[in-house]
């Protein structure tokens, strides 16, 4: 995962754990970003390419059909009934499903880049980490929502019919002309319900108040009930959904030691091909050089082998002086009178030093 710059300390990771190396940690925008769009452009173009046999995908969507009507669990017929029979449920519903999946997800990530910056890494690597297992889900398994089956089945395509209160055609939530750039066949899992369920983990643990408490529990438990009441998945895609966060949340740990491993090996190379900008340390190495860069380039005293302090270009303090030759200057302005004179060996101070540098330049 990218480089970090140390803000803080704290407890990181989402099992509570503090995180591992330096702990409270500010990513850089600079590398999150880029890394955040190009998981996100492989789950975009791993839907477009897992399509599948469209037959393969029917014969998928029937057989969840006929699980969940053997135990009991058909929830999507009484959910689109109700959202086919109520546009003041269906329309808003539609809405839901095709904006919000894409907003408060990346609102949150912004969230927690901005305000939980000790916990973001862990959280940001659990989403990606389930997104890429949800598209191996749609690979491995295309899976036809309960919208496009056939009539005969009892389904609604809800935001096909209320297609011209929304930007969406009536292929899919696409924008109107695009929806042949969207596969949809990749029901199983639904990541609508996993994102969301990441959102509500992210406001319970580290939101603040009643009403991120009351958002984390109805943001994920709506999300459930739209995307069944629109037809786009079955009650077990959302089950799936929920499955494949718990496996990412597992790996999340496993992941970032891996990352670990990675930048240790690069490190090296990055630091080899850049010189001037990496030290050759590392960790605590890091800390000592940087605490010792401020005497890196002081001359060094020929009897003491201690760090000569560097005033000026040319001009150098020993131990008791504050300003350069301040002792030899005190010692001229003590032969001259006796409102100098001192104890031996009682360094003159800025002011004696100061009075006898301005009595030298009158003198010139």
Same mark, same amino acid.
């Given at each position: 995962m990218p480089h970090t710059e140390a803000q803080g300390a704290g407890n990181g990771g989402i099992s509570g754990h503090r995180t591992r190396g330096v702990p409270g940690l500010r990513p850089r925008w600079w590398t999150e970003l880029p890394l955040i769009l190009l998981v996100y452009g492989a789950y975009s173009a791993g839907r477009l390419l897992a399509r599948g046999d469209v037959t393969t995908a029917v014969d998928h969507g029937l057989s969840i059909l006929r699980v969940e009507k053997a135990v009991n669990l058909n929830l999507e017929h009484p959910l689109n009934r109700l959202f086919t029979a109520h546009a003041s449920l269906g329309v808003p519903a539609d809405f839901w499903y095709a904006s919000l999946h894409y907003l408060v997800t990346p609102l949150i990530l912004i969230w927690l880049f901005r305000s939980r910056a000790v916990h973001y890494a862990a959280a940001r690597t659990w989403l990606m980490v389930s997104t890429l297992i949800g598209l191996i889900g749609f690979s491995l398994m295309p899976t036809c929502p309960p919208r496009l089956l056939d009539s005969g089945h009892g389904f609604v395509d809800t935001m096909a019919q209320y297609s011209d209160w929304g930007w969406w055609g009536g292929q899919a939530s696409a924008p109107r002309g695009l929806g042949g750039m969207t596969n949809q066949y990749?029901?199983?899992?639904? *990541?609508? #319900?996993?994102?969301? =369920? %990441?959102? /509500?983990?992210? =406001? %319970?643990? &580290?939101?603040?108040?009643?009403? @991120?408490?009351?958002?984390?529990? @109805? &943001?994920? *438990? *709506?999300?459930?009930?739209?995307?069944?009441?629109? @037809?786009?998945? &079955?009650? +077990?895609?959302?089950?799936? /959904? #929920?499955?494949?966060? +718990? #496996?990412? +949340? +597992? =790996? #999340?740990k496993p992941v970032q030691r891996l990352a670990e491993r990675a930048r240790a090996r690069l490190r090296p190379v990055v630091a080899a091909a850049l010189p001037g900008r990496f030290g050759s340390g590392s960790g605590s190495g890091q800390d000592t050089g940087s605490a010792k860069g401020a005497d890196a380039g002081r001359p060094v005293d020929a009897t003491s082998g201690a760090h000569a302090s560097v005033v000026s270009g040319g001009c150098q303090t020993s131990a008791g002086e504050r300003i350069p030759h301040q002792r030899k200057l005190g010692a001229e302005s003590g032969s001259r009178g006796p409102r100098s004179a001192r104890p031996a060996g009682r360094p003159a101070d800025a002011g004696d030093g100061a009075a006898a540098t301005a009595g030298g330049a009158a003198r010139t």
């Amino acid at each position: 995962m990218p480089h970090t710059e140390a803000q803080g300390a704290g407890n990181g990771g989402i099992s509570g754990h503090r995180t591992r190396g330096v702990p409270g940690l500010r990513p850089r925008w600079w590398t999150e970003l880029p890394l955040i769009l190009l998981v996100y452009g492989a789950y975009s173009a791993g839907r477009l390419l897992a399509r599948g046999d469209v037959t393969t995908a029917v014969d998928h969507g029937l057989s969840i059909l006929r699980v969940e009507k053997a135990v009991n669990l058909n929830l999507e017929h009484p959910l689109n009934r109700l959202f086919t029979a109520h546009a003041s449920l269906g329309v808003p519903a539609d809405f839901w499903y095709a904006s919000l999946h894409y907003l408060v997800t990346p609102l949150i990530l912004i969230w927690l880049f901005r305000s939980r910056a000790v916990h973001y890494a862990a959280a940001r690597t659990w989403l990606m980490v389930s997104t890429l297992i949800g598209l191996i889900g749609f690979s491995l398994m295309p899976t036809c929502p309960p919208r496009l089956l056939d009539s005969g089945h009892g389904f609604v395509d809800t935001m096909a019919q209320y297609s011209d209160w929304g930007w969406w055609g009536g292929q899919a939530s696409a924008p109107r002309g695009l929806g042949g750039m969207t596969n949809q066949y990749a029901a199983m899992p639904s *990541l609508h #319900v996993g994102w969301s =369920l %990441w959102c /509500g983990v992210m =406001l %319970w643990r &580290y939101g603040r108040g009643p009403v @991120a408490k009351t958002a984390a529990v @109805a &943001y994920p *438990l *709506l999300t459930t009930i739209v995307v069944m009441g629109t @037809a786009n998945h &079955y009650f +077990l895609d959302a089950v799936a /959904g #929920v499955a494949v966060m +718990l #496996v990412g +949340l +597992l =790996l #999340v740990k496993p992941v970032q030691r891996l990352a670990e491993r990675a930048r240790a090996r690069l490190r090296p190379v990055v630091a080899a091909a850049l010189p001037g900008r990496f030290g050759s340390g590392s960790g605590s190495g890091q800390d000592t050089g940087s605490a010792k860069g401020a005497d890196a380039g002081r001359p060094v005293d020929a009897t003491s082998g201690a760090h000569a302090s560097v005033v000026s270009g040319g001009c150098q303090t020993s131990a008791g002086e504050r300003i350069p030759h301040q002792r030899k200057l005190g010692a001229e302005s003590g032969s001259r009178g006796p409102r100098s004179a001192r104890p031996a060996g009682r360094p003159a101070d800025a002011g004696d030093g100061a009075a006898a540098t301005a009595g030298g330049a009158a003198r010139t």
